[in-house]
């Protein structure tokens, strides 16, 4: 089978993407301003030209990791010294206050964290709904619109009140928290390291798209 690659993506995700990246770094594309870009690293080579910041040689992710573990001392109450990139989620957000706890992590962050998802079984559960439902509107069911619109109330209530874990560790987490939020994750967010926008581009695009990282070089070219 032929492995996903970036000029198999539709454009319309590509664009959901790319606001994404305006809100981690701070900028702001216009309607036109991508159009003659052609390839990924000519991609990676604009944003970096675009980033209007003081270039600072230092480590995002090493700062998001400690910004975290003080944001996790804070508002969990928990020694820094047992915080490490290895440590679960599970371990310190335990499912019968999660949502509050994360709410409060949220608070000091100034950003949401966006790590819960509804079951699977739900999920798949309302995914066969909303498909059996669109089917029956091309041939007329009288039920369709009520399966349509049930499927999509319980989508939003299923994220509304989503308590499972999307991530294992306080790194996957800091590594999700550098690629969307880059400048709120580092120690001063009026500075940049344009040495490794590339890299948290390429984690962004990857688990964004569900791109392999290994085909997001920079000859990797747009549909």
Known sequence: ???????DTDSEDIDDTLRKVESSFDIEFTDDELFHLKTF???CDHIINKIQLVHSDDCTSQQAFY????????SLHISPEVITPETTLASILPSNNRRSRIKDMEMILDFK?????P?????????????VSLAGLFIKSPISLAGL????????LAFKTAN?????????LTEKITRENYLKSRRNPKTFNKHEVEKVLID?????????????TREATFK
């Open 164 to 172: 499972v874990l999307s991530l294992q560790t306080v790194g996957e």
């Open 119 to 131: 079951p699977y079984w739900v999920f798949i559960t309302l995914l066969i709904l909303s498909v």
């Open 113 to 117: 964290l966006h790590i819960l998802r």
């Open 149 to 156: 619109a049930l499927s999509i109330s319980g989508f939003w």
């Open 41 to 43: 690293g000519e991609l």
């Open 204 to 216: 962004l695009f990857s688990d964004d798209l569900g791109i392999n990282k290994s085909k997001l």
């Open 67 to 74: 910004k975290l573990r003080k944001t996790i001392t804070q």
């Open 1 to 7: 089978m032929k492995e996903f690659e970036l000029k």
